[in-house]
């Protein structure tokens, strides 16, 4: 395997609250190697997009990264980096889409001028290189009429071609990461369809490695290579698509998969995973899934489980998980 | 499924257009034809799901059969009676017996009125239960019904989570011994674990009280586990109807295939969505000639840009596409 192109090491995210900080993301550790897509999936209030945030340094104050949290990208500190330097990287080496492509882009600007204005902030191109650069990438993510489009307005264009112009943007520096947060969330299935198509396609062309932030396994099986899973600010478990989709250990990640809704459980019920989703600061001691667990035992209200390696590739932190390797 | 039985509820020929104002004198320059001539049957006890995506007017659709948007055109026929065509007052008869889930269930809570309040305001609008004691008593077996604790029904709706309060919902909707329960998107603003508690609630329901449900939703997957019959939409107009494994299995209009090509797979053997549909959607402003789909058609023929293609019926439902003429061609003979 090679050097990990991003490396989180015991990233913890905190935000002011009564009676003190609460820390809404836990000693969350990951990698992504050069070229690979990696899934992180969860339900709302996981603080699966916070951490995606973190890793540019864009967590909205008062919110903060905690002492002990390390963010290594091609070998880099981002955390120690000066802020010019970070605004060097960003944009640059890590492009970024996000869910709402409304509010991402700039009501009042030609959508080619917006994709000109983050190439020339990174690069001394003149305006006309710049623009026909802008063309070149329109076309790239399949905008029909490239060369008229770009002095298009943002309302002129629909949902799915305003993700496309957002995905221009973040790719016209060759970024060598793409961070995408729920970008297909917001847009119709056929148009969802065109759009994972396009990150899939180009991934594979420019060898750019992908974190993808989803809610939708559909999603995480049709382009991730390996997914972590996370429940109340922490990953609970993590492994190859293949791993997480057809055998997890987690009793989280087992209830969330049994409970989507498909074809084969017609007539039965599906199953739920009982109550709802604790708010961050009201998380139980232990494991903080116990109170929703289907097996949960007296150790699991007591004790943090370890990160409990299943294959090479496969871990999850469950007590259960831990006994059943032991045995 | 029940085609033998009376349908309880009928569209016919239903235009719902909205008109587009432009100019200093707002003078109207043209419609919006969010619903452009819906004709479709619910019968008693099934699950019809209506399934489209943004824009195409599904909503409209189940707004219209309420009467929230009063229809342009056509005619809504409940238990055999034509709704739409009633004063508003007696509309109201029927009103109780039809009734709506919808997507956003913080917004469709009244933040000042406590739980018990909101179930109950249906009641006392329909005259159901004998006084207010009464009423409290029927909203704690309401409660009951959809796993709420009744000691928390002096509680107001924020201190819920989303799941619960779409629970608070349902008691409502159900307060008042509707037939009809309109669901529009009303699992789709929820995870997926608390989306498989409404699902199954929605089902021990129907199951208990023989209830109808109009399933408005863009999420084929739920479609596919819950419903009876499919009605697939776009722009306006319902372009195909099938039993759900059927249309699932063998989709007849070339839409209906795009949409289920674009579901994705979470069977991790196989990665199975592709593009099936080119370009956007078109306004529904300004639908295409001919076949609204044929823009984004991959088998189009030179005709589909010329003429609105007919709805051709099939034994076990409706497809709107020249294509399944040849389809039903092939079938009787």
């Known amino acids: 395997m090679s050097a990990p192109l991003l490396l989180l090491e015991n990233l913890s995210i905190s935000f002011p609250a009564e009676g003190g900080r609460v820390r ?45 949290s390390r963010i290594l990208f091609e070998g880099r500190d981002l955390l120690a980096l000066p802020v010019t330097e970070m605004r060097a990287i960003r944009g640059a080496r890590i492009g970024m889409i996000f869910q709402e492509p409304m509010t991402s882009l700039n009501p009042v600007t030609q959508v080619g001028a917006q994709v000109r204005e983050a190439i020339q902030l990174h690069t001394r191109a003149s305006t006309a290189d710049a623009r026909r650069r802008v063309v070149e990438l329109f076309e790239m993510v399949g905008i029909p009429d490239p060369a008229r489009r770009i002095h298009a307005y943002p309302h002129q264009l629909s949902g799915g071609l305003k993700q496309r112009v957002m995905i221009a943007m973040a790719m016209a520096m060759k970024p060598r990461l793409l961070i995408a947060d729920e970008p297909t969330t917001a847009l119709d299935a056929t148009i969802r369809a065109q759009i994972l198509d396009l ?68 007539g ?32 699991c209200r007591i004790e943090v489980p370890a990160r409990t390696v299943v294959s090479p590739t496969q871990a999850a932190r469950c007590h259960l998980v831990e006994q059943r390797s032991r045995a | 499924m029940t085609e033998a039985s009376d349908p309880l509820l009928e569209l016919h020929g239903l235009r719902a257009w909205f008109p587009v104002r432009s100019g200093v004198l707002r003078r109207t320059t043209g419609h919006v034809k969010a619903v452009d001539g819906v004709d479709l049957s619910i019968y008693p006890g099934e699950t019809l799901a209506l399934v489209g995506e943004s824009g195409c007017g599904k909503t409209t659709v189940g707004r219209a059969i309420l009467r929230l948007t009063e229809p342009t055109d056509g005619s809504v026929w409940f238990e055999g009676v034509n709704v739409s065509a009633l004063p508003s007052a007696e509309f109201h008869r029927y009103r109780q017996r039809i009734q709506i889930v919808m997507q956003d269930p913080a917004s469709a809570l009244d933040p000042r009125f406590t739980v018990r309040d909101a179930i109950a305001e249906g009641m006392e609008a329909f005259n159901i239960g004998k006084d207010h004691d009464d009423r409290t008593a029927r909203v704690a077996e309401l409660m009951r019904k959809v796993s709420l604790d ?143 789909y044929h823009p984004r058609c991959g088998v189009r023929l030179p005709e589909c840009s010329l003429e609105e293609p007919p709805a051709v019926r099939f034994p076990d439902g409706m497809s709107r596409c020249v294509l399944a003429r040849q389809d039903s061609d092939a079938l009787a003979q």
């Open chain 1, 24 to 68: 809404v993301v836990e000693g969350v550790s990951l990698s992504i190697a050069p070229g690979e897509t990696l899934a992180v999936v969860g339900e709302s209030g996981c603080g699966k997009s916070i951490t995606a945030l973190a890793m540019t340094r864009l967590i909205p104050r008062p919110g903060r990264i905690e002492p002990g």
């Open chain 1, 199 to 266: 990150i899939r396609n180009l991934s594979e062309s420019t060898g750019t490695a992908v974190l993808l932030i989803t809610h939708d396994f559909g999603v995480v099986n049709e382009v991730a290579d390996r997914v972590a899973v996370m429940y109340a600010g922490e990953i609970v478990e993590e492994g190859t698509r293949e791993e997480i989709l057809a055998n997890p250990q987690h009793p989280y990640a087992q209830g969330l998969l049994k409970s989507i809704p498909r074809a084969d459980a017609r």
């Open chain 1, 268 to 299: 039965r019920r599906l199953e739920e995973i009982k109550g709802s989703v604790p708010r961050p600061g009201q998380w139980p001691t232990g494991c903080r899934f116990n109170t929703r667990c289907p097996h949960v035992f007296d150790r």
């Open chain 2, 150 to 292: 009744p000691e928390t029904m002096w509680r107001y709706p924020h201190e819920f989570s989303g799941g619960q309060r779409q629970r608070i919902c349902i008691a409502r909707a159900l307060a008042v011994e509707p037939s009809l329960l309109i669901c529009d998107e009303a699992t789709s603003a929820l995870d997926v674990s608390i989306q498989a508690q409404i699902l199954n609630l929605l089902s021990d329901l129907q199951k208990e009280r023989k209830l109808t449900y109009l399933f408005i939703t863009h999420d084929l997957g739920v479609v596919r586990y819950f419903a009876d019959r499919v009605a697939v939409m776009y722009l306006g107009k319902i372009v195909e109807i099938g039993p759900t494994e059927r249309l699932f299995a063998e989709p007849r209009h070339p839409y209906t295939r795009a949409l289920l090509a674009s579901v994705p797979s979470l069977d991790p053997a196989r990665r199975r969505m592709r593009p099936a549909a080119l370009g956007d959607v078109p306004s529904p402003e300004h639908p295409p000639p001919g076949c609204r």
